[in-house]
């Protein structure tokens, strides 16, 4: 099975990268993550739990790799390392903006770029709210390449009982979207799955 890369950048919602990384890994996906400097700071304000601490945690698994957001000779950084996509997870305005108009200044936005390139799936999972008209025209180049954004918005039709509940319910659509899933399970429900 081909990598999946996570970007991680400065945008709220690490709970979100936390678990879609978890979630690939439970599945014995290989999965490289790369995370700004920006999302290492908001991730401290957010999680219980460092960055370094949970990547610790990551590293003991066999299919996981990291790589610094400023490693230029990562293999992610070019088309001819094969990686089955990427999501940016959270995705700042910032990050959106970027890979929209093709400026790669750091691993993450270069493997994001790779990935147009290269046509392989790239999902971006948005961060900011509301949003204004740079913002939903960096989305609609995005979308207009192929490029999947998936906010983390809520099913309010299954009743989330907690964050936990719309946390699984966004990363089973990364799963989907990043083509490892055919669709969302039947069963899903939040507060479990059968």
């Not at 990562?74 to 400026?103: C, D, E, F, Q």
Request: overall charge negative.
């Amino acid at each position: 099975m081909k990598p999946i890369i996570v970007g991680i950048s400065g945008a709220s919602g690490s709970v979100l990268a936390r678990a879609a990384i978890d979630e690939l890994l439970r599945r014995d996906v290989p999965t490289v993550a790369v995370c700004s400097n920006g999302a290492k700071l908001v991730w401290q304000e957010e999680m219980e739990e460092s960055f370094n601490t949970c990547l610790a945690g990551w590293q003991e698994n066999p299919n996981f790799t990291n790589y610094a957001v400023n490693d230029f000779r990562a293999p992610i950084a070019s088309g001819t390392y094969p990686t089955g996509g990427m999501v940016v997870v959270p995705a700042s305005m910032n990050s959106i903006a970027s890979i929209a108009n093709g400026l790669s200044g750091n691993l993450l936005l270069r493997a994001a770029d790779v990935c147009l390139k290269e046509s392989r799936p790239l999902v971006v999972v948005p961060r900011e709210t509301p949003l204004h008209s740079i913002h939903l025209k960096n989305m609609l180049t995005l979308s207009r390449m192929g490029v999947v954004i998936s906010p983390p918005e809520p099913a309010f039709y299954l009743k989330p009982q907690s964050l936990a509940d719309i946390v699984r319910f966004t990363v089973s659509r990364i799963m989907v979207a990043l083509g490892l899933d055919d669709a969302l399970p039947a069963n899903l429900q939040y507060g479990r799955e059968e």
